[in-house]
């Protein structure tokens, strides 16, 4: 399986494994450094803790690496009136009687907690090329779901200000 990212999530993901290779590279390899000097490593807990942030950096790079490598580069093909790639949507929860507004996203800017949902996650890929007004159903797995109606749409474009997911 492959992301679906932007051509300007392929370009902060470029930026994030530079600043991480020349920056974030340098400050862990002096950490262990400085930490192995302390003596005895097998209860030299700054030594551990320095070689588990070095690591820890290390896997993002090739995550992130692994990620550009398999991207499926996408472009918000949506209509004028239809919910798209980077849209503010407000939604009537049927279930809740309750609105909630998001902001459609690529996988790598999503995060629930600040209303950005994925166009890959379940309420993402049944919006997605909806119009105002339309009642949606979003299935959760085989046996459940629940119904939205569209309220709003806001049309907005990839302005590069959505932070990526770390992990």
């Not at 700054?46 to 820890?56: L, Q």
């Not at 929860?93 to 507004?101: G, N, P, S």
């Not at 939205?148 to 997911?165: N, P, Q, Y």
């Amino acid at each position: 399986m492959y992301d679906e990212l932007t051509r300007n999530d392929i370009k902060k993901m470029r930026e994030e494994i530079q600043y991480r290779k020349v920056v974030v590279r340098k400050e862990a390899l002096e950490a262990v450094k400085e930490a192995r000097a302390h003596g005895d490593l097998s209860e030299n807990f700054e030594y551990h803790a320095a070689k588990k942030d070095k690591n820890k950096n290390e896997s993002r790079i090739r995550y992130l690496e692994r990620m550009i490598k398999t991207a499926h580069i996408i472009e918000d093909t949506s209509g004028s009136d239809e919910i798209g790639l980077f849209n503010t949507v407000t939604l009537y929860m049927e279930e809740d009687d309750e609105e909630e507004t998001y902001k459609l996203v690529t996988t790598v800017r999503g995060n629930s907690l600040q209303g950005r949902i994925s166009i890959e996650s379940p309420l993402g890929r049944a919006i997605l090329g909806h119009k105002t007004g339309d009642r949606v159903y979003v299935a959760v797995n085989e046996k459940t779901g629940y119904y939205v109606t569209i309220r709003r749409i806001e049309k907005t474009t990839d302005d590069g200000s959505d932070t990526l997911r770390s992990y």
